[in-house]
């Protein structure tokens, strides 16, 4: 199928270890030592293995979404994602009566930079964190069981973010970063070894890091430090948000750059074709690796 403009929000996933309380068993013939190595493999074929799903959108509806894999090499996917509604339309007779529809999403997943983009399409899912969500869900409900966990944030822009500063200047009272644990090369390099070590020792899932000002001031918020510049880096890239506090008068205002998802827009793809996913690999490689 050639479309000529797809939009897409790009996100980012992590696959972690976790420490489960409960005593559910792991998957047969899967030891806790197998699992990291292998969590990429799990993760696809919770996906591929999912033809549909049973879920609960947020406002209490009971709808049943359809996975279809389009295309798949080594290490990437090209799926589609739809979900079950009902639509008013009129029949020959001049009458309306309800039919079922079933609008789906592209979703590409690939695998080495553990980046998936999500098609922008509202009459399927209302927003693309609508589809993550429901991702998440399939995936974790198998993860899980091999004691492992999936994480998903959106890929943003650091520039988003120093615009902030310099729009509030001298206003920012509180910078809130809150991260998932690093577990990939790409992205933990921006962060200092003391942030990753503490993390590491702590087992700690996410971590949120918070800076605030005396009252009566405001922080200093400079690009050149190093940390900082490393924390804003990293969650723009997808491993974290960041929440900015913000001072007017006698009054604090909360701005946020989960706004700011990064986007690509592919023009005449050719979705069913030989070679499609690594075209479209390399159509996403701008953003993928940060560019702004």
């Known amino acids: 199928m050639n479309l ?4 897409f ?3 980012r996933y992590q696959i972690l270890p976790i420490d489960r309380f409960d005593e559910l068993p792991l998957a047969p013939g899967v030891s806790t030592q197998e699992t990291v190595p292998n969590k990429n493999r ?3 074929e919770a996906l591929t293995g999912t033809k549909s799903y049973q879920y609960t959108t947020q406002r209490g509806t009971d709808r049943t979404a359809i996975f279809k894999i389009d295309l798949e090499s080594k290490n990437d996917l090209l799926l589609r994602i739809a979900t079950n509604k009902t639509v008013v339309v009129e029949n020959e ?3 309306s009566i309800e039919v079922d529809d079933h609008p789906s999403v592209y979703v590409i997943v690939l695998d080495s930079e553990q980046i998936i983009a999500v098609q922008r399409r509202a009459k399927a899912f209302s927003s693309t964190a609508t589809a993550i969500r429901l ?3 399939v995936v974790n409900d198998k993860l899980y069981q091999k004691e492992l966990q999936a994480h998903f ?6 520039a988003d973010f120093w615009n902030l500063v310099k729009t509030y200047e001298n206003r920012i009272v509180q910078v809130r970063f809150d991260i998932v644990t ?5 992205l933990s390099k921006v962060l200092s070894d003391d942030i990753k070590d503490f993390a590491k020792a702590t087992n700690a899932v996410r971590t949120t ?3 605030e000002s005396h009252h009566n001031a405001a922080l200093k918020l400079d690009p050149k430090n190093e940390i900082l510049n490393g924390l804003v880096e990293y969650s723009s890239m997808g491993g974290g948000s960041i929440t900015v506090k913000v001072r007017y008068g006698s009054m604090k205002k909360t701005v946020s750059t989960k706004q700011g998802i990064q986007t690509a827009e592919l023009e005449n793809v050719e979705l069913e074709a030989t070679g499609t996913l690594e075209n479209i690999k390399s159509l996403l490689g701008h953003f993928t690796l940060g560019d702004d």
């Open 93 to 95: 007779d001049l009458e």
């Open 153 to 158: 944030e959106p890929i943003r822009k650091a």
């Open 42 to 44: 799990y993760f696809r």
């Open 209 to 211: 890091y918070d800076i």
């Open 9 to 11: 929000d790009l996100y």
């Open 4 to 7: 000529t403009h797809l939009v």
């Open 135 to 137: 991702i998440a869900e």
């Open 182 to 186: 690093p577990n990939m090369s790409d």
